[in-house]
């Protein structure tokens, strides 16, 4: 009975009906999006089969506790088949010859680390969202998997916020003294407009976002002044030398959003950096993206972060690393083999 079952323990058969298991457990988290799983089983298999795939784990996905048992013992059928392979090739390893040996069980090990790194992803792992308001400290995450805040181990704490626009554009009217209409001009920092006949040149030096005003510079008779324009509606012309210029549109988009962020530990602040679009900042094996910004209903800024956690990241990478490695190490020692033979 025991001889039976060790047998099966490492036959192929197993690791054949557990891939196939493990191919139906990662159809749902593959074709339903986590937010919508429950209610696309309610709308398709009735109401009642929510409750059972909540039971059963199906509303986790890749998370789920089947997926994650069935990838557990496919790892250790592959585990013990490698021991029973490698032993049988390694009495004969002169013959075949020991890259070759050595190549089919590192093949082996890379499987085995490529599914605990799996596996360690869906019992440790998590990937929460969160907002950061400057000033404020925040030491949890939500977890939309558990619909629960998890704790970080650590406390976030944005202390400044920047904004990055890009370049101002405007569209100008020019009166001149009489007040009739002259042209109209489209200025953008960086790139001055002129009127027709030369007489009048304008440039964008600069936006005061606190006072709403453009600083220009106004080229006219052979002058240069200075001249601030205000972006209000009903604010009074300007003055451009002999002419007057009023603002009829504008636009200023933002750009990007940055904060810098602190790690603190027990009050203390143990990190610190700043965080912007496709930017991370890591702590203790935990990841921080920015990932939106916005305001609230009173009007305070804010950010939004993704936090995610991984631990058995470097397992699951070293395993595929091997894998590539492993199987290009056969291909050329079957392919020399087979030219001596």
């Known amino acids: 009975m025991l001889r039976r079952a060790w047998e099966q323990a490492h036959s192929i058969k197993l690791a054949l009906a557990l891939m196939l298991l493990c191919a139906l457990f990662s159809v749902p988290g593959t074709l339903v999006p986590a937010d919508r799983a429950e209610q696309f089983y309610r709308e398709t298999f009735g109401a009642g089969f929510p409750a059972f795939a909540r039971a059963v784990g199906l509303l986790d996905g890749y998370r789920s506790p089947p997926f994650v048992a069935v990838v557990a013992l496919l790892a250790v059928n592959v585990a013990l088949c490698t021991w029973r392979r490698f032993r049988a090739r390694s009495a004969h390893a002169a013959r075949l010859g020991w890259v ?19 596996v360690g992803k869906a019992l440790w792992g ?31 704490l944005a202390r400044e916020r920047t904004e990055e626009f890009y370049p101002l554009q405007l569209r100008m009217g020019i009166r001149d003294a009489a007040g009739s209409k002259v042209a109209l001009l489209e200025l ?29 510079t106004v080229e006219h008779d052979g002058r240069r002044d200075a001249a601030e324009l205000v972006l209000r509606e009903g604010a009074p012309p300007v003055s451009l030398g002999a002419y007057r210029g009023s603002v009829v549109a504008y636009r200023r988009e933002l750009k990007s959003v940055g904060v810098r962020v602190a790690v603190l530990e ?26 939106g910004w916005g305001r609230d209903e009173f009007g305070s800024e804010y950010v939004g972060v993704q936090v995610s956690r991984d631990p058995a990241a470097p397992l699951f990478w070293i395993g595929c690393t091997l894998f590539g490695a492993s199987t290009l190490a056969l291909f050329a020692s079957r392919s020399l083999k087979g030219r001596r033979a």
């Open 100 to 118: 070759l040996t050595c190549s089919d069980l590192v093949l082996h090990l890379s499987l085995i680390c490529v599914m605990a790194g799996g």
């Open 188 to 216: 953008a920092e960086g790139r001055p407009a002129r009127l027709p006949d030369g007489s009048l040149t304008v440039s964008v030096q600069g936006l005061d976002a606190g006072s709403g005003t453009v600083r220009l």
């Open 126 to 156: 998590f990937v929460g969202t969160q907002y950061l308001f400057v000033g404020v400290e925040t030491s949890s995450a939500y977890d939309p998997r558990t619909k629960a805040d998890v704790p970080l181990g650590f406390t976030l």
């Open 266 to 291: 027990g009050g203390r602040e143990v990190k610190q950096g700043w965080l912007r679009m496709n930017g991370r900042l890591a702590h203790r094996g935990t990841s921080v993206f920015l990932t």
